[in-house]
């Protein structure tokens, strides 16, 4: 249940309240889930903006950190395995202006999100050989902590429209089994991450829209130095979870749309450019053993990375009705 409530003016406030809950192997959770906005305006054109949120997730994301295939699965929460609880606030401001009768909007948000009873594989434990409800035993739980700011700008009216976004976040974990119970970043923690969309229309028919989007590398983990101990015994040397990123992730798309009208509707064609210039963003990486011939090192241990998804044109038609 919700309700809105318009205290004065200037000042308006919606409040709701969800009960949610999870029955798996004769284990209930229940969960009250309390959320509250409000919304004050200083003047005609500025906007003060609170939240917070209580929420509880019923399923978990297991993400491997290490190298190689991404393997990421999806897992219910059990009789053995809580589900995920999270707490949110955050607070804003928010701007709408006029500038030579165009009309932009402005906000900026910070936010704080606080969780518990997440999961993630103990040391040396993967997905492999995983059946039924074994996955339970090889995972721990912890705590996590999110925070960041949100910068939005959007251009609204006008022959050339868009928007720039700009995020600058952390995303940490805490579990007492993983890395000797220290702090350590999430594998999807983003420390920065940024779009910025720009569509022209030359005539009420023809659209060309240009897409710039970036994002900090993921998070992962790697040897720090490896040795062996016996002609076929190697040994990786691991410094702390997820202290090495991956190369940013970062592309340009392009798209041109021209629009007939019909008596039934529209017919849109499409020349689309994904990746423009053809940037080889990371995959997943893996450890390729040295090269020896004969004795003599060709090519020295290293790791590399795989990358999917070159510039790839399309064309596509679509039927509004």
């Known amino acids: 249940m919700e309700d809105d409530y318009q205290l004065s003016n200037r000042f308006k406030v919606n409040a709701g309240l969800r009960l949610s809950s999870f029955y798996v192997d004769s284990k209930l959770y229940p969960s009250l889930e309390p959320r509250l906005a409000a919304r004050y305006m200083l003047t005609d054109e500025w906007a003060l903006k609170a939240s917070y949120a209580r929420t509880t997730q019923y399923v978990h994301l297991l993400t491997n950190s290490g190298i190689g295939l991404p393997t990421d699965l999806w897992v219910p929460a059990t009789a053995q395995v809580r589900p995920q609880v999270a707490h949110q606030v955050g607070l804003g401001v928010a701007r709408t202006l006029r500038y030579r009768g165009e009309e932009f909007e402005f906000s900026f ?31 721990t739980s912890g705590q996590g ?64 829209s240009g897409t710039w989007v970036y994002g900090t590398g993921n998070a992962t983990t790697l040897a720090s130095s490896r040795f062996q101990l016996g002609p076929y015994q190697d040994y990786n040397d691991y410094g702390d979870r997820n202290s090495y990123r991956m190369a940013a992730y970062h592309r340009f798309d392009l798209d041109l749309s021209k629009t007939k009208k019909k008596r039934w509707g529209e017919v849109v064609n499409s020349i689309s450019l994904y990746n423009v210039y053809n940037r080889r963003n990371p995959y997943y990486m893996y450890f390729a053993p040295a090269d020896v011939y004969d004795g003599v090192v060709r090519e020295s241990a290293q790791y590399r990375q795989v990358s999917l998804f070159p510039i790839i044109p399309s064309v596509s038609k679509a039927f509004k009705f």
């Open 109 to 139: 948000e910070t936010y704080y999100k606080p969780m518990q009873n997440l999961v993630e594989y103990r040391e040396g434990a993967s997905f492999l050989n995983t059946t039924n409800n074994d996955w339970q035993s090889k995972v």
């Open 145 to 208: 902590w999110a925070y960041g700011g949100e910068f939005f700008l959007q251009k609204k009216t006008g022959r050339t429209t868009g928007w720039l976004g700009y995020t600058l976040a952390w995303s940490n974990r805490r579990f007492p089994e993983l890395n000797q119970g220290r702090l350590f970043p999430y594998k999807y923690d983003r420390r920065h991450d940024i779009s910025l969309v720009v569509i022209h229309k030359f005539s009420s028919t023809l659209t060309l």
